[in-house]
């Protein structure tokens, strides 16, 4: 390893280019994956946050919830109904946003202590608003009160949060029939009804599926362009060097002292790389606007450097003869 390091240090301008362009790949890679993973959040935030695994949908709906109407007659004793309905508020602008309701007392969301016609909003939707003020449903006119906030996305949208009391007196005014979208929990459920994951339901998220697989197209690309470029960079690096290793074994080196070597040097390379494109995504996720879905998961930094690293690995092997 000692041969490797005074080789890197005397070669500072060399190794310093294919430090640089490790980094530009392993950061691009980062980057890209953490505005994956923050949308794939963002799409489905609510549901995530649920406390419940099972989810009982009609069977007609394919796992949306806005496409579910089950009947308010059916009635549950251990199981939650949920009520999901995309709407429009309009007071001096048009906002939209998607209403989320469940019993006041339930354990499986957010705390609801509301009177009727009451919200708590996310923060993302007090953006020309405030608590205290009121907001009117574009299409059946009903007002609901924002008395606070709490974290809740669907669809790339913020989530009203309300109780079912309010859900019901909001159904009377529209005028059409009772329903819930979706029963949650383990228990006697109706078996007209069809049973999901919270994974499925997620994924059922209109545009869930169709974003995440321009992005896992785009990581899948990206990783074999950076495979690419490391592989030959490291390659060639190493055919550069092949007098050189010629006359470290004509003088009596080993040749494991020679291959510790050239491990050592992609091995420092490309944690140093990618300890530096972990700590500027890690900055990028602090200071991205709260309207860019943006997260930074050290799990995928720590997969992509040992898979940058095997590939490095790779190309830094010295051809036989």
């Known amino acids: 390893m000692q041969l490797g390091m005074k080789e890197m ?66 009635r549950s004793d251990t199981m939650t109904p949920l009520a999901v309905k995309p709407l429009t508020f309009g007071n001096e602008t048009k906002q939209d946003a998607t209403l989320f309701a469940l019993p006041a007392d339930s354990p499986v969301g957010p705390t609801l202590d509301l009177e009727v016609g009451e919200v708590l909003v996310d923060p993302t939707f007090l ?89 896992a197209m785009m990581r899948g690309f990206l990783l074999v362009i950076g495979a690419f470029i490391l592989t030959a960079f490291f390659y060639m690096v190493t055919l550069q060097k092949l007098p050189e290793l010629g006359i470290l074994k004509a003088i009596g080196i080993r040749t494991r002292t020679i ?30 606007p709260p309207d860019i879905p943006f997260q930074f998961e050290v799990v995928n930094a720590l997969l992509y450097s040992a898979l940058f690293f095997v590939i490095s690995l790779a190309g830094s092997t010295p051809p036989t003869p």
């Open 9 to 74: 240090w005397r070669q500072r301008r060399r190794y310093s280019l294919i430090f640089v362009i490790t980094l530009l790949i392993v950061l691009l890679t980062t980057l890209i994956t953490g505005l994956a993973d923050g949308l794939a959040y963002d799409n489905g935030a609510s549901i995530r946050e649920l406390d419940a695994d099972t989810f009982h949908l009609t069977a007609d709906a394919e796992g949306q919830l806005t496409r579910s109407f089950i009947e308010q007659t059916r």
């Open 259 to 288: 291959g510790t070597a050239l491990v050592s040097q992609v091995m420092v390379t490309v944690i140093l790389a990618s300890g530096v494109a972990a700590l500027v995504t890690a900055l990028v996720a602090g200071v991205v």
């Open 127 to 215: 953006q020309t608003l405030s608590v205290g003020d009121t907001v009117e449903d574009f299409t059946s006119g009903y007002r609901f009160t924002i008395v606070g906030t709490t974290d809740g996305r669907f669809s790339h949208a913020p989530v009203v949060w309300t109780t079912m009391e309010t859900w019901d007196a909001y159904q009377q005014v529209t005028g059409g029939p009772a329903y819930v979208s979706a029963w949650l929990g383990d228990g006697d459920g109706d078996t007209a009804l069809s049973t999901f994951t919270r994974q499925e339901v997620i994924e059922a998220v209109p545009g869930y599926s169709a974003e995440q697989g321009t992005f």
